[in-house]
């Protein structure tokens, strides 16, 4: 049996989610925050960086917003996973205050550090006990995650992904300003001063996924955010397009393993 649990911190850039994935296969996607997954029994398979991975208890997953991954159990029982959902601008934060080095990035997806394991668990938990010390709640994400930016993040370099006449992320700027609009591969060609096939073939080869399903992502992505922040599932679904809100459960459903309304 499959169970999911998403839960707030007393951090707003910090969400938190505890999972049994048994046989629920997640479909290639990406993330607009980082997810950082603490294996905590079985073994999870995922495909990163153009190869097949695995990782298996006492291991830590390392999801970089806009990278393309899948995951599912490697074996019959699944797996267990604690998740830290962390917004970009809060861990360049750290970083920055850290080594004034604002924008890092983490060349390893998969670490194997049991101290680091251990206190990231705890984390995991005290950080929506509500019983436990708020000082503490405010000191250890900080000393933690700057023990992980320490050992495993080097400088960014710039990487611009090139559309046409624009790029990437200026195209993920126009859809997110636009997601309760239809949107058409004409519009989107039109905007990078390409040809409806060029465009296709362009952001394929540059994400490994069509357009369509694309947006698709950015949208639920989206409406995840928008429900955390305790918006009601009628009007995250009317306002990231979606203007049947049983196809919005549906989908919300098959994609994150969750019903929008479980989302706290």
């Known amino acids: 049996m499959n169970t999911v649990s998403h839960r707030k911190s007393c951090i707003d850039d910090i969400s938190l989610i505890d999972a049994h994935y048994q046989n629920f296969a997640f479909k290639r996607h990406y ?10 029994a079985g073994q999870q398979q995922y495909y990163f960086n153009g190869a097949s991975h695995q990782a298996g208890a006492g291991q830590l997953v390392i999801m970089p917003p806009g990278e393309i991954h899948d995951g599912q159990p490697e074996q019959q029982q ?37 101290q680091l394991f251990c206190q990231l668990s705890q984390l995991h938990t005290q950080l929506s006990d509500p019983h436990f010390p708020q000082l503490a709640k405010d000191c ?21 992904v090139p559309l046409g006449s624009k790029d990437l992320l200026q195209l993920r700027d126009y859809l997110m300003a636009n997601l309760d609009q239809k949107i058409s591969l004409d519009n989107l060609a039109a905007l990078c001063e390409l040809s409806p096939s060029q465009l296709l073939r362009q952001f394929k080869k540059a994400t490994g996924m069509t357009p369509y399903a694309w947006l698709a992502r950015l949208r639920l992505e989206h409406a995840m955010a928008l429900l955390k922040a305790g918006y009601s599932c009628t009007d995250v679904a009317y306002h990231v397009g979606f203007y049947d809100q049983a196809h919005f459960t549906r989908t919300f459903r098959l994609t994150f393993g969750v019903a929008p309304s479980e989302i706290k």
């Not at 607009?32 to 603490?38: R, T």
């Not at 250890?140 to 611009?160: A, D, G, K, N, T």
């Open 31 to 40: 993330h607009l925050d980082y997810h950082l997954g603490l294996i905590t």
């Open 140 to 160: 250890m994400p900080i000393e933690y995650f700057s023990q992980f930016i320490s050992r495993y993040s080097q400088i960014r370099p710039q990487h611009v």
């Open 78 to 114: 699944g797996y267990k996973v604690k998740v830290f959902s962390i917004t970009p601008d809060w861990l360049d934060h750290q970083a920055c205050e850290l080594s004034g080095n604002c924008q890092v990035y983490f060349p390893q997806h998969n670490v194997t550090d049991s």
